[in-house]
C-alpha cells in the first residue's frame, strides 16, 4: 500500500486504490465519463479494460448503469467531477442507487473551488449537502492522499451506497502513512483547550495551520478535529471537542448551509449548545482563477479560519457555558 | 424447472391472450380497491406482459435470484400493476397482496421497488432510466460469462421523451459486444400522456426510424397483436445487436370506456366504471375461454 509523504491530490489516491481493489475483488467495476484522465479512474482501465466502461460525456446514463451492474452483483465505481456527480445525475443517484441501496461508490473528483480555472461552472460547491440529503446516502470526504487511500479501499467492504469527494491539487499531508482505519470517521489531529477548529477535506491541513497561528499569534490553545465521514457523522467525537472548548470554527470547501457546518451545528443544536462559526462558501459561485487564488478570494485558507476563531472567541465569555454534555454523565 | 423454457409446454397464442385478460382483470381490481394508481397505461401493456411471463422470459418464480434469469426491467414504472399481476399469478407472492396496492404498510409501492417486492429487479418510476439500468444488467451478463441470458425493458412513449434513454440506446450499441446485444427494448407507443396525445404534447415521432438510427435493430408491430408480439420477442434472442419492437398501442386497451381516449393517466375507476369493465373483460374471458378449448378440442381430433 503505497502511502505518500509528499503533497499529493486526494484524486490520485483514489486511482491508485481503486486499482489496488481492482487486483483484488473481479467484482469491482469502474465506470467514467470521459474524465477518467482527471478522476484517475484510467489507471484501472488500462490494466482492466473488461471491467472499465466508459460512457461518455453521459453521466445520468453512467450511474443508472451502475445500478443495473451493482443489481447483478458487481462492485461498481462511478468517477466524473463533483458538478456532473451530483448536480447532473442526482435523480440518477438517488432512485438507483441510494433508494435501492446498491453497494455504488460515487467518486467525485475536483470538488469545491480548489479546481481553479475552469470556475464557477465546474466548481461544485454543494454537493455534500446534496447527498447529506439524499436517505441512505453516506458522506465521505478524505483529508489528504493518505486518507483518501484508506477511504478507498474500506469502500469495497461496506455495503452503503457511498460519496466520496476529491480534490484536484496537490494537498499537504496530514497521515503521515495511509492511516488502519477510518474508524468513526472522526479524528483529533492536534488536541486544544480554547476553541474547537472542526474542518473537512482541503481545509483540514488550513486548519492545522490556522491552530499553529492561534498558538503563536494570539497563545490560543486550539483542537483541530478533521470530519472525514460527514454522514454518518462522529457525533461523539464533536461533542467532545465542543463541550472541552466551548466555542468551534468549521472549516470546509463548500456552501455553509448543508455541508459539515450544519452537520456540526446539528449536532450541537440538540445536545450542547456552543457558539459555532462557519468558514465556507456564502451565497455565491465560484470564479475563475488559480486554484490557490480561488481559496484567497474566498477565504478558505489558514488566515480565514484563524479570524473566524478569533470572532468566535470574542463571543466564548457572553454565551459559552459549562459543559451540559459530558460522556461520563451518560 | 422454471416453466417458460419448455417449448412443449409453452402456452399457446390463444391462452396467452387469456392470461392477458387475466391480468387486466387484475389491473382494474387493484385500482378500484386503492383507489389511486395508472389503469390505462397498464392496459396497454397487458398483452407485452404477458407474452413475456407466460411464454418469452426465462424465469424461475420459486427461486426469484436465480442466476440464469433473464431480466425484465419496467422503466414506465407507473404501470406497476400490470408486473404485479404477473408477478403475483406466477407465484411471486400471495394474489392477496394485490389489495394492498399503494397502500401503507404493505410491499406493492406506488411504483416498483426492488427491495420490498419479489420479482421486481430494480426500482423505477423516474422515466428515462429504466434503459440504462437494464444495459447495466446487459453488461454484468457478460462479465458473468453467462450464455443466452437477456434483458427485456419495456418502456412508454414518456420515457422516450426523456434524453436519458437516448444516452442508453447510445451506449448500447457502443456496448453491443460487452453486453449491449442482450438489451430488448419494448415500447409501448399507447400516444397518450398526462397532459395530451404525445402529438400535442411532444411529438416522438418515428420511434422505430429513430432506434434504427442509433443503431439499434428495430421492427414497429400492434402492440395487441399477440401472434406478432411472441414473434418479434422471440425473434431478438441471440441478436448481435440491441434490438427495439415498438408497439402501437392503445391506451386504456380491452375497456372500451377508456381505451384511446385522454383523461385516464393517473386516475383510478370510479366503482362504477370498475364494475363496468370487469363485466366487459369477464366477458371477453369467457368467450376466450371457449376459443380455447375449441382450439384443443380441435387440437385432439
Request: proline content about 5%; some cysteine; charged content about 25%.
Amino acid at each position: 500500500m503505497a502511502g505518500s509523504g509528499e503533497p499529493s491530490a486526494t484524486r490520485n489516491a483514489y486511482g491508485a486504490a481503486l486499482l489496488e481493489l481492482g487486483r483484488d475483488h473481479a467484482e469491482v467495476v469502474a465506470l467514467d465519463a470521459d474524465l477518467s484522465v482527471s478522476t484517475q479512474s484510467a489507471k484501472f482501465g488500462a490494466e482492466f479494460p473488461d471491467r472499465f466502461f466508459n460512457v461518455g460525456a453521459a453521466e445520468a446514463n453512467m450511474m443508472s448503469i451502475a445500478c443495473g451492474l451493482a443489481a447483478t452483483g458487481k462492485r461498481p465505481y462511478c468517477s466524473t467531477f463533483a458538478i456532473f456527480a451530483t448536480g447532473r445525475a442526482y435523480d440518477q443517484v438517488r432512485l438507483g442507487i441510494a433508494h435501492n441501496e446498491l453497494p455504488v461508490r460515487i467518486a467525485a473528483s475536483h470538488g469545491g473551488v480548489s479546481l481553479g480555472e475552469d470556475g464557477a461552472s465546474h466548481q461544485m460547491i454543494e454537493d455534500i449537502a446534496l447527498m447529506r440529503a439524499m436517505p441512505r446516502m453516506q458522506v465521505i470526504v478524505p483529508a489528504d492522499y493518505n486518507q483518501a487511500y484508506r477511504v478507498t479501499l474500506d469502500s469495497y467492504t461496506d455495503d452503503a451506497p457511498q460519496y466520496l469527494r476529491f480534490g484536484r491539487p496537490a494537498t499537504p499531508v496530514v497521515y503521515d502513512e495511509v492511516p488502519a482505519e477510518i474508524g468513526d470517521g472522526a479524528d483529533v489531529l492536534r488536541e486544544g483547550s480554547d476553541v474547537s477548529l472542526i474542518a473537512c477535506g482541503h481545509m483540514v491541513w488550513r486548519a492545522l495551520e490556522a491552530a499553529d497561528r492561534l498558538q503563536s499569534e494570539d497563545g490560543v490553545s486550539a483542537e483541530v478535529v478533521n470530519v472525514c465521514v460527514i454522514k454518518p457523522i462522529d457525533s461523539q467525537t464533536v461533542l467532545d471537542s465542543i463541550a472541552k472548548t466551548g466555542v468551534a470554527v468549521t472549516a470546509e470547501e463548500h456552501r455553509i448551509v448543508g455541508g459539515l457546518s450544519d452537520a456540526v451545528r446539528q449536532v450541537a443544536a440538540e445536545r450542547h449548545p456552543v457558539p459555532i462559526f462557519a468558514v465556507g462558501m456564502g451565497d455565491e459561485f465560484g470564479v475563475s482563477g488559480t486554484g490557490e487564488a480561488c481559496m484567497e478570494h474566498f477565504g478558505l485558507t489558514a488566515r480565514g479560519i484563524a479570524d473566524r476563531a478569533r470572532e468566535a472567541l470574542l463571543l466564548k465569555p457572553i454565551v459559552s457555558h459549562p459543559p451540559l454534555h459530558r460522556p461520563d454523565w451518560i | 424447472m422454471p416453466s417458460t423454457l419448455d417449448p412443449e409446454s409453452a402456452p399457446g397464442i390463444a391462452e396467452l391472450g387469456l392470461w392477458a385478460t387475466v391480468l387486466r382483470t387484475d389491473c382494474v381490481r387493484m385500482l378500484a380497491v386503492a383507489k389511486s394508481g395508472h389503469l390505462d397505461s397498464s392496459l396497454s401493456a397487458a398483452d407485452i406482459v404477458a407474452a413475456l411471463f407466460y411464454r418469452v422470459l426465462r424465469h424461475d418464480p420459486k427461486d426469484p435470484s436465480w442466476a440464469d434469469r433473464d431480466r425484465f426491467v419496467l422503466s414506465k414504472g407507473h404501470a406497476a400493476p400490470i408486473l404485479y399481476a404477473a408477478l403475483a399469478r406466477h407465484g411471486y407472492f400471495p394474489l392477496a397482496d394485490l389489495m394492498g396496492l399503494r397502500k401503507i404498510g404493505e410491499h406493492l409501492q406506488g411504483h416498483p421497488d426492488m427491495g420490498r417486492t419479489p420479482g421486481v429487479e430494480v426500482s423505477t418510476g423516474s422515466l428515462g432510466q429504466g434503459l440504462s439500468m437494464s444495459l447495466g444488467v446487459a453488461l454484468a451478463m457478460d462479465l458473468d460469462g453467462r450464455e443466452d441470458q437477456r434483458v427485456y425493458c419495456l418502456m412508454s412513449d414518456g420515457d422516450c421523451q426523456e434524453g436519458q434513454s437516448w444516452e442508453a440506446a447510445t451506449a448500447a450499441c457502443h456496448f453491443a459486444d460487452r453486453g449491449g446485444r442482450r438489451l430488448t427494448a419494448i415500447v409501448d407507443y399507447n400516444h397518450l400522456q398526462t397532459d395530451g396525445t404525445t402529438e400535442q404534447v411532444m411529438d416522438i415521432g418515428d420511434m422505430r426510424g429513430k432506434f434504427a438510427a442509433f443503431g439499434w435493430d428495430s421492427v414497429e408491430i400492434d402492440g395487441h397483436d399477440m401472434a406478432a408480439i411472441v414473434d418479434a420477442l422471440e425473434a431478438t434472442r441471440g441478436a448481435d445487436r440491441p434490438a427495439a419492437i415498438v408497439c402501437q398501442t392503445r391506451k386504456g386497451r380491452g375497456v372500451a370506456s377508456m381505451e384511446g381516449r385522454f383523461g385516464f393517466h393517473g386516475k383510478p375507476p370510479t366503482p362504477e366504471q370498475a364494475v363496468e369493465a370487469l363485466e366487459e373483460l369477464e366477458a371477453k374471458l369467457a368467450s376466450q375461454m371457449a376459443e380455447l378449448q375449441l382450439t384443443r378440442r380441435g387440437e385432439e381430433h
